[in-house]
């Protein structure tokens, strides 16, 4: 079955850190992936996607994340963490059978601490 | 607008009524989608349309749950006879066009059956 996980519910890092929020997925032939951020009150935004390509992928607000096939992981980092960073997090990946159906983690809590 | 709008932001029913939740995708975006949201977890797929088609319908849960786009644009989720498991986060995002591109989502509109 198709799946991404999130295996922690929350992260902690303290402001100026380097940050990493994991995500692992189980699909079919080669995934779409992708990062979305939610803020309180806010709808999701996009943060960045990886189709093909480099396998460091670079997204709005300084993030990036690495795809590796091997492991199965597209983890999201970013190198200083910044108190306004602070959200919930999804990562999400095309089901291999369809063109557009994204199937999404449970989301990860981001708390940067000053 | 500048950004995908939906209304009401908050709706509290009656088991057994029925509500329609609206969105207003961003002008010129060919797709949309609607997906549910329960709490602390990530959304999941209703339905996708392109333009005034609907493509996809898979993820209703049931025949209560009806979705239209008569003119391409704007956008209504209707639930019949709601129930409390109905009681969600109805989040709706559109896209410019190829559905893999980057989708802008509205706030949401958390609904509540009592």
């Known amino acids: 079955a198709q799946s991404v996980a999130q295996p922690e519910d929350q992260v902690n890092v303290a402001e100026g850190n380097p940050l990493t929020v994991k995500c692992t997925y189980s699909?079919?032939?080669?995934?779409?992936l992708f990062w979305y951020v939610q803020y309180p009150n806010r709808g999701l935004q996009f943060l960045l996607k990886?189709?093909?390509?480099d396998n460091l992928v670079k997204g709005s607000y300084g993030f990036e994340a690495e795809f590796n096939k091997s492991q199965t992981s597209f983890h999201l980092k970013k190198p200083s963490a910044l108190v306004s960073d602070s959200a919930l997090y999804f990562c999400a990946v095309r089901d291999a059978g369809s063109n557009y159906q994204l199937i999404w983690g449970a989301g990860t809590k981001l708390i940067i601490k000053p | 607008g500048a950004g995908v709008s939906q209304s009401p932001r908050y709706k509290v029913a009656k088991r057994g009524q029925d509500v329609a939740l609206r969105c207003d995708p961003i002008s010129g975006h060919v797709s949309l989608f609607w997906y549910q949201q329960a709490l602390g977890q990530g959304p999941e797929f209703l339905t996708y349309?392109?333009?005034?088609?609907?493509?996809?319908k898979s993820g209703l849960p049931s025949d209560r749950f009806f979705a239209e786009r008569p003119e391409g644009s704007v956008s209504t989720l209707k639930i019949q006879r709601t129930q409390q498991e109905d009681s969600a986060v109805y989040l709706c995002a559109s896209s410019l066009t190829n559905p893999n591109t980057e989708a802008f989502f509205g706030q949401g509109t958390r609904l509540t059956v009592v």
């Open positions: 699909v079919s032939g080669n995934p779409y």
């Open positions: 349309f392109q333009n005034e088609a609907q493509l996809d």
């Open positions: 990886y189709i093909t390509g």
